[in-house]
């Protein structure tokens, strides 16, 4: 793998945010789960990705 390939993907300011609800009858938003917030990555040619979850799938 040469320096001069270009990436097969690039990923820039990825942020991926949950709200957090009430539990009551109101239903409003109380919070925010922030699980990504402004990563950035390049996957270049031969490189793998994993990704991996809360239950470890």
């Not at 040469?2 to 820039?12: E, G, K």
């Not at 409003?28 to 979850?53: C, H, K, S, W, Y």
């Amino acid at each position: 793998m040469t320096r001069d390939q270009q990436p097969i993907l690039q990923v820039q300011d990825l942020c991926m945010h949950f709200p957090i609800y009430a539990k009551n009858f109101l239903r409003r938003q109380v919070g925010l789960v922030r699980a990504a917030d402004q990563i950035n990555f390049d996957l270049m040619p031969g490189e793998t990705l994993g990704l991996v979850g809360e239950s470890g799938c």
